[in-house]
């Protein structure tokens, strides 16, 4: 079964600092992709950036980007330039594609909650 | 586009009742799903729907029924209504495959 761990329940950042949000994955499908969500305390999950399993290069959305480790199966999300809009709660998620009873399922993370001080 | 909506966005039922959680998504996507999320955790799957007619169970399907009787529409029907129903409930559609899945907006439950 696969499964995502988040190990850092909170963690703080000075704002225009750069943040690193931890998280790893286990799963036995080859193929799969990993997700990174924002939920701000409004409620709404907000997608950030996608990574595929195959991709041979690490995914970058504007500040955020994502350190895609595959033997060590971590996933971590890097947010460049911390801004006050960033503090929110961040999901890893992850969904197996390459078949079976799991397919097109994403499991989640427990979340990290994110905290820019001024 | 309107996205992935959902109604209502709050509601307090009593212990016992029940009530349908109604989601839409305009934009084509097969897949359609239903979690719940806890205070302070991550999201968990109840059900979820690979295309019209076709349904299957998440990780936490106990105490609801969905169905999809077209592309468009998904609702998540509790029966009897117990505290530990007590979530808030997202709705989440994508194509497959390794697409992005886009979220509603939520609907706050909760049991009294």
């Known amino acids: 079964a696969q499964k995502i761990t988040q190990t850092q329940p909170g963690m703080f950042v000075q704002e225009k600092e750069a943040v690193t949000l931890d998280c790893t994955y286990d799963?036995?499908?080859?193929?799969?992709?990993l997700f990174w969500y924002k939920q701000p305390s409004s409620g709404e999950m907000i997608f950030l950036i996608y990574q595929g399993s195959y991709d041979q290069q690490n995914a970058t959305e504007g500040r955020y980007s994502l350190n895609f480790q595959k033997a060590r199966k971590s996933a971590n999300l890097v947010i460049s330039a911390s801004q006050l809009g960033d503090s929110a709660m961040y999901f890893c998620?992850?969904?197996?594609?390459?078949?079976?009873?799991?397919?097109?399922?994403?499991?989640f993370g427990q979340g990290t909650i994110l905290t820019v001080h001024p | 586009n309107a996205g992935v909506t959902q109604t209502p966005k709050f509601r307090i039922l009593k212990i016992g009742q029940s009530m349908t959680l109604q989601c839409a998504q305009d934009?084509?996507?097969?897949?359609m799903y239903w979690y719940r999320q806890d205070p302070g955790m991550g999201l968990k799957l109840i059900y979820y729907s690979v295309g019209a007619g076709i349904t299957d169970k998440g990780e936490v399907p106990n105490g609801y029924n969905v169905s999809r009787s077209t592309t468009e529409d998904f609702p998540l029907r509790l029966e009897l209504a117990a505290p530990s129903q007590t979530s808030v409930y997202f709705c989440a559609s994508d194509r497959g495959q390794g697409e992005t899945q886009y979220f509603g907006p939520g609907t706050r439950l909760l049991v009294l």
């Open positions: 799963t036995s499908d080859p193929s799969y992709g």
């Open positions: 934009m084509n996507h097969n897949y």
């Open positions: 998620a992850m969904r197996e594609v390459g078949g079976g009873t799991s397919y097109g399922k994403l499991t």
